[in-house]
């Protein structure tokens, strides 16, 4: 037994090493995962920008597009209450067709909750928050037009036969929220155009 000891000791340096070389390989080894990790998470993340960032451009394209139609009918609207009231012309007519935005906001929630979101630059984060927290805003006024518009459908029958003072009460409430809803759009569509610059 006495001689084993002096083997083991010539020995010793050798299996010290070969122990220090495996430990220095897992640690290589799970630094090259943590690096790949991060690679992936920084990949991910800029796909996620991107996603955010052609959202964003489609939702402004699509305010831009549908602009004109709500100011000509919060126009026409107006117009129509102008001559119930005997203000102004008797030949104003009124279209009620409307077409609003289809805002997505997929691509930002799935960005905000995926684990490349400590990844995006804070700033950037804070401007499309705030641009998408308009919109918020935009949705709740659109409910409200869009529940002024049942409530106008479901008496369109009697619509023509209607006096003015009638009319008047028809349209008002859907005059205030269609200026309302105008500037909600115009604010929003410019906090979308500045992000997609």
């Not at 964003?56 to 305010?63: G, M, V």
């Not at 529940?147 to 009319?167: S, V």
Request: without cysteine; aromatic residues 8%.
């Amino acid at each position: 037994m006495a001689e084993r000891s002096p083997t083991l000791r010539r020995k010793l340096p050798e299996i010290a090493l070969e122990a220090a070389m495996v430990v220095f390989a897992v640690l290589v080894a799970f630094g090259v995962d943590e690096w790949r990790e991060q690679r992936q998470l920084r990949d991910f993340a800029a796909a996620a920008r991107s996603a955010v960032e052609t959202e964003i451009a489609e939702n402004a394209r699509q305010f831009r597009e549908t602009q004109p139609m709500l100011t000509a009918l919060t126009e026409q609207v107006e117009g129509v209450l102008e001559m119930a009231r005997g203000e102004g012309r008797s030949d104003v007519s009124l279209n009620l067709s409307l077409r609003l935005p289809q805002v997505s906001t997929a691509a930002w929630d799935v960005a905000q909750g995926s684990q490349g979101a400590p990844y995006f630059d804070y700033d950037w984060v804070i401007r499309v928050a705030r641009a998408y927290e308009g919109y918020e805003g935009y949705a709740e006024i659109r409910r409200l037009v869009l529940e002024d518009y049942t409530r106008i459908f479901a008496r369109r029958r009697a619509f023509e036969g209607m006096g003015p003072q009638d009319l008047v009460e028809l349209l008002e409430p859907l005059s205030g929220r269609l200026w309302a809803l105008g500037q909600a759009h115009r604010e929003v569509q410019a906090g979308l155009e500045n992000l997609s610059e």
